[in-house]
Structures are given as C-alpha cells and as structure tokens.
C-alpha cells in the first residue's frame, strides 16, 4: 500500500545513543534467564565457549545484514523489502518481521508484569524462606493482578516510544542501559564474595566438554541468534534511523561484544549465589521467580539485593520491549502516514488487549490447551521463538548473501580494506556459514532434526 503522506525520516542524535538502544534491544531476558540456565544445563564453559564462536559466525552476520537493509531504504520491514526488491516474496520476509513483533511484544509484556510486581514486592518486604512458590503461583493465579502489572508495562513501553528515536528511545536508553550496566557489575561483585564463588566461575567459565551433548551444541546456536534480537525486524528498523556517516560494521562489533558481555557477567552474577546457596543450575526460567526470591529471603541484605536485581531485569526488559512496539509502530507510520503519538497509543492498547490472553492463560483460561498441551502463552512463545525467529533469520541471510548485488552491500558496509578483509569474510559468512547454521537451528527448534 503507498504511503498516505511522507514523512521525514527520524535519526538517531549520536552513534553512542544508537549503539546502547541497539544493545538495549539485544540485552533482554534472553541474556538474564535464558543464557545462564542454559549455560548451566549444558556444562557451563564448554556452552559458553560455542555460543561465542555462534555469535561470531551467525549473530554478527545477521546483525549487519539487518542494518544493511535497513539504511539502505530509510524504511520500515515491509517497506524495505519492497523498496529492494519489489516482488510478491521478500516483502513477505518483511511482513513476518512485523508480525512477529506483535506476537512476541504481547506476551513479553505479560512476563514485564511479573517483574515489576517482584520489585514492588521487594519494597514491601515479603521476600520469606519457604513462600516464594506459593506467592509466585498465587500471583499467577489472580487475573486481575496479571492484567494490571501486564498493563503497567504496556504503559511504560508506549511512554518512552511515543518521544521518538532521538528525544524517546535514545534518551532514555543512555539512561536505562548504563543503569543496568553499573547495577548489573554491583551485583555480580556482591556475587564474587560469597562462599560459592569460586566454583560459580568454574562452572561457567571452565569448559567441559563432557558435558557438552549435541544438543548443548544446538541450544548455544539458538541462543547467539535470540539473544541478538534478530530476525523480528528490531534491528532493521533500529538501522533504518541510522545516517550514512555509522560505520554498520564497528557499531555490530560493538553491539554483539556489549550483548556477550552482559550475559557473562550474569552468569557472574547468577552462579555464585547458586552455589553457595544449594541451588541446581539446571532449574531453568522458575530461578527467577521462585529459586532466587527463596534465596534473596535467607540473605542478611536480600531484600535489597532482592530489589536491586529485579529493577535491573525490569531495565533489561524495558528495552527490548521498546524495539518490539517500534517495529509495529515504524511499519504503520511508513505504510498509512500515521503520526507517531497515534500509532503508538492505538497500537500499544491493541498490543496491550493481544496480550491479555496470555496473562489469563495461567488462571481464567488455564484450562484451554492445544498444540502438545501448552497453554496461549507458551503457544505464542513456541511459535515465535521456534518458528518466526529462524525463518525471519534465514531468509535475511538469504537476501542479504545472495539477492542483494556487491555494490548494494558495500555501499552500506564501507568495505574495510586492511589485513582482515573483514567485507570479505563477512560475505562468505552470510552466504554459506549462517544460513546453514540457521537452517540447523530452525529444524532443532521445530523438532525437524529429531527425524534425522
């Protein structure tokens, strides 16, 4: 559909502040309670060590594919598409970008609530020894409760996107990010003198291949690809605000070491409470919401740790959730001329009202299932997570190795001439390496790869 009017492309004010929205985006819950369970479910080091080479060989390619395609139009997913290839499939790709934005953003608003209905619990003090569990499913239970946090998340998300890119995402992402950041390294230091200290870094740092099975292998390619915000057409559209002055090439370098980073350092963070306190590694996504709030109840300061910890996932999930609705709301102020204010409190309700089936799906509607039994939550999780993502992934990969000329890419990449001939290796990787690797991923995460 053409554009009803045009209007004059947002940018960002300074590379600094593109850079920390960006890692802001990457830096979500992915890297606070995906990486480190899975670290410790696979071996710890060993996972660590195949996730780095993962980033380097799938994430990073990707990355710069996404803000390739993105500056080179100035336009939304579906917008960019069309304005390369103008045809009834690759605008497609863009179409699924958008959709999975959508999907994704209305039941991470549900898992936004949660947290910041941890950090007003903190402040009221009913962290107990022995309680966390039945609160937590208590919590889950009420639907009033579930609908209002989810909402006051919603809230937030609409309030820092309705400022804009310059005097909204980047403003307070040169505010969120360095506050999580310095929070993030406090904790961790608090982390690094306790009892269980020394063998929270074995653990995480130490590798052991023994441990590593292949489906280690295959969860650490899965976990470079998600933990990046990649395939969902943040990062597209995040490149689409950038001027031709951004070196897209350092800036991915940069974005992807600060995301690595953050994720180590949560596992800093995370391991060594876990073992000087009992607690199994393995026990997956409830770490947050039951094993460590247990954990924070026994500690002589835990109700401020308590409350400290859960602002600082509150900070990391704020701003992947900005890029989510941005995604929408730059999609529909391209395609139908809307002003940014109205996309963005329309979008951010409907979003909002999307969303409310996943919150209901733990109590009211807890007893509709399908799909393997799991409930609308987990069914929109799978479905975006195992399905939209590596597709969306793969198929940019796709474009940006093989449809798009040498000219298109170097014009965007500023081809680097030096020893490394780092344009060169990047296009071997996004033509051969990463689409493989993608396609692996898709098959693991679809079940697919069982059969062979």
């Known amino acids: 559909m053409p554009l009803k009017k045009t209007q004059k492309r947002e940018h960002w004010a300074s590379k600094f502040g593109f850079v920390l929205a960006a890692t802001g985006s990457a ?105 966390a569990g039945v609160r937590f499913e208590s919590f889950l239970a009420s639907p009033a409760e579930m609908v209002f946090w989810h909402g006051i998340f919603m809230g937030f998300t609409i309030f820092i996107v309705r400022g804009g890119i310059s005097s909204g995402i980047e403003k307070w992402s040169k505010i969120l990010m360095p506050a999580f950041i310095i929070l993030l390294l406090i904790l961790m230091i608090n982390s690094l003198f306790s009892p269980g200290a020394e063998k929270g870094i074995s653990f995480l740092l130490k590798p052991d291949f023994s441990k590593l099975t292949r489906e280690g292998i295959l969860e650490a390619l899965g976990s470079a690809f998600f933990s990046l915000s990649l395939g969902m057409g943040a990062m597209l559209t995040y490149g689409s605000y950038l001027d031709k002055d951004t070196n897209i090439s350092v800036s991915s370098l940069e974005i992807a070491f600060l995301d690595t980073f953050c994720a180590i350092i949560a596992g800093l963070m995370i391991f060594p409470i876990v073992f000087t306190y009992n607690v199994d590694p393995k026990v997956g996504p409830g770490m947050f919401f039951i094993t460590l709030p ?52 329309l979008l951010g309700f409907v979003i909002f009202v999307a969303g409310i089936p996943s919150a209901l799906s733990f109590n009211l509607w807890s007893g509709f299932t399908a799909w393997g039994g799991k409930n609308i939550f987990d069914i929109l999780d799978s479905l975006a997570s195992n399905y939209m993502l590596p597709i969306g992934g793969f198929f940019i990969a796709i474009f940006a190795g093989w449809i798009l000329t040498h000219g298109e890419k170097e014009a965007e990449i500023k081809k680097v001439e030096n020893a490394f001939h780092f344009y060169d290796i990047w296009h071997v990787l996004i033509q051969y390496v990463t689409p493989v690797a993608l396609l692996i991923v898709l098959l693991y995460t679809t079940g697919a790869l069982s059969f062979f």
Do not use: H
């Open 294 to 345: 247990e954990v924070f109840a026994s500690m002589p300061t835990g109700q401020l740790i308590g409350f400290t910890f859960f602002v600082l996932v509150a900070f990391a999930a704020i701003t992947s959730a900005i890029s989510l609705l941005e995604v929408v709301v730059s999609f529909v102020m391209d395609e139908f001329g809307w002003t940014r204010k109205k996309a963005d409190y």
């Open 27 to 131: 830096v979500g819950l992915g890297n606070m309670w995906r990486f480190p369970y899975k670290a410790g479910e696979f071996g710890g080091g060993a996972f660590v060590l195949v996730y780095l080479i993962a980033v380097i060989a799938m994430g990073i390619p990707v990355l710069i594919a996404e803000f390739i395609i993105g500056r080179s139009t100035q336009k939304n997913p579906v917008g960019a598409f069309r304005a390369l290839r103008n045809n009834k499939f690759w605008p497609l790709v863009g179409w699924l970008g958008v959709l999975t934005g959508f999907v994704i953003l209305s039941y991470y608003c549900v898992v936004g609530g949660w947290i910041l209905k941890y950090i007003f619990s903190s402040l009221t003090g009913t962290f107990q020894t022995g309680a």
